[in-house]
Every structure is written in C-alpha cells, then in structure tokens.
C-alpha cells in the first residue's frame, strides 16, 4: 500500500511559478514510476508529466512541454512538479499518482496503469 499526499498548490498570477511536492508512504518508492496528472473544471483528467523509476526518464504532454518539470527523489519519497511560465489554462486540480513497473526507464502514460492517487491539490492562475 502506497499514500501519497500532495503540496504546495495555490493562487498565482499568470507567468508566475509553483511547486507541487507529493510525499508516499512505504518503502519500495523507487519501485514505482510517477506521474502528475489534472483535472481543469468541466473537462477529463488529462496526464501532464511523468518520470520513470530511477529518474532517468520523463515525458511531458506537449501543453506543458518547456514549461512544467517532474523531478523525484527517492531518498525522500518524493516527486516534484516545478511548474513555471503558468497561463490560466493551468487552473485544475492537480494529483501525483504511482504505476508499479518492473522496468526502470519506463514513464507511464495511460492513466489505467495507475495503481495508487493522491486526493489533489488545487492550482489557480489568475489573468
């Protein structure tokens, strides 16, 4: 069983910067390849970034491609999405979730291999 609980969510103006923390619980976080994905109002949950196992791999979808970074370190149990240059488009919830995966330079995509969500964490980008 893995928690993940996410931070660092928030108002900003558009072109401003943030940092979303989420923190997992248990001891095998280097087993598991993360992923941010959001939720804007009226629309699906939509994949945003990824990161394999050991952090040697990510992938971006190409909205936030430049912009958004995903970094972990499994040390701390923890990935990070660096969010910078932020539109109003931005505006969703935001969530952290795990994909178990045998293959350590594996970034995963499809939502549906997502084995553990954290609850989401809020970001607004003001005009």
């Known amino acids: 069983q893995v928690q993940l609980v996410e931070s660092g969510g928030g108002l900003v103006q558009a072109g401003g910067s943030l940092r979303l923390s989420c923190a997992a619980s248990?001891?095998?976080?280097?087993?598991?390849?993360m992923g941010w994905f959001r939720r804007a109002p009226g629309k699906e949950r939509e994949f945003v970034g990824g990161i394999s196992c050991n952090g040697g791999t990510t992938y971006y979808a190409s909205s936030v491609k430049g912009r958004f970074t995903v970094a972990r370190d499994n040390a701390k149990n923890t990935v990070y999405l660096q969010m910078n240059s932020l539109k109003p488009e931005d505006t969703a919830v935001y969530y952290c979730?795990?994909?178990?995966?045998?293959?350590?330079?594996?970034?995963?995509?499809?939502?549906?291999?997502?084995?553990?969500w954290g609850q989401g964490t809020q970001v607004t980008v003001s005009s």
């Open positions: 979730a795990a994909s178990k995966t045998t293959l350590h330079f594996e970034v995963v995509v499809d939502q549906s291999r997502y084995d553990y």
């Open positions: 248990g001891r095998t976080f280097s087993s598991y390849a």
